[in-house]
């Protein structure tokens, strides 16, 4: 069985602090595929990253890196020098290959106040 | 280039009524999935869908549920009889499917959040 665990319900942080978002994995499959989407206020769900279980590199974008650690089954992402915008729930989920469907973590709901 | 559309925005029945969700995807995009979200949970799985071809429905209930994607026009999502349980948010999905490489991402759509009174 799949699963994802986002063990963060809710984290508050002030603008320009960093944050990171853990998840954590479960799987069998030996070739499977990370996610990370963004739910802002208005809804809807934006894509922010796909990794494969081959890459353990880090990547960084702009503001934002992910640290995927195959030994802890994690797959951490970090916001830098946060902004209001960055406001929103993030979900981390996971697929295998062959089964298209998406199995989703519950969701970290991020605050930054000015 | 226009993402993945879905109308109606919200959706509010009666109890009792039946609720048609709509889902176009995204162009060049031949593989939807259906999603369901609770109130304040994760999205869940309902089924994943070719052209004329329903290829995973595991996560669909058994009764009242049913999903196509017909050759031409979106991709429906059909809930009959709606009972207050189904008030949720249902996002829709669409990808290139699979390349020699894995799973290609999925884009998702604004969802239709849809209220049963």
């Known amino acids: 069985a799949q699963k994802v665990t986002q063990a963060q319900t809710e984290i508050s942080v002030v603008e320009k602090e960093d944050v990171t978002l853990d998840c954590v994995y479960e799987?069998?499959?030996?070739?499977?595929?990370l996610f990370w989407y963004k739910q802002p206020p208005s809804g809807e769900l934006v894509f922010l990253i796909r990794?494969?279980?081959?890459?353990?590199q880090n990547e960084i974008s702009g503001r934002y890196s992910w640290n995927f650690q195959k030994s802890t089954s994690s797959f951490n992402f970090t916001i830098t020098a946060s902004q209001v915008v960055d406001s929103a729930v993030y979900f981390c989920?996971?697929?295998?290959?062959?089964?298209?469907?998406?199995?989703f973590g519950t969701g970290t709901r991020l605050l930054v106040s000015p | 280039n226009a993402g993945v559309m879905q109308n109606p925005r919200h959706l509010v029945r009666r109890r009792g009524q039946e609720a048609r969700l709509r889902c176009s995807p995204m162009?060049?995009?031949?593989?939807v999935y259906w999603y369901r979200q609770l109130p304040e949970e994760g999205l869940k799985f309902m089924v994943y869908?070719?052209?004329?071809?329903?290829?995973?429905e595991s996560g669909m209930p058994k009764e009242r549920f049913s999903a196509e994607f017909p050759k031409e026009g979106p991709s429906i999502l059909r809930i009959q009889q709606v009972v207050r349980g189904d008030s949720a948010a249902y996002f829709c999905?669409?990808?290139?499917?699979?390349?020699?490489?894995?799973?290609?991402?999925?884009?998702f759509g604004p969802g239709t959040r849809l209220t049963v009174t």
């Open positions: 999905a669409s990808s290139k499917g699979v390349s020699r490489v894995g799973a290609y991402e999925q884009y």
């Open positions: 799987t069998r499959d030996t070739t499977y595929y």
């Open positions: 990794r494969n279980s081959f890459d353990e």
């Open positions: 989920a996971l697929s295998s290959t062959g089964f298209q469907k998406l199995v």
């Open positions: 162009k060049g995009h031949s593989h």
């Open positions: 869908l070719q052209k004329e071809n329903i290829i995973d």
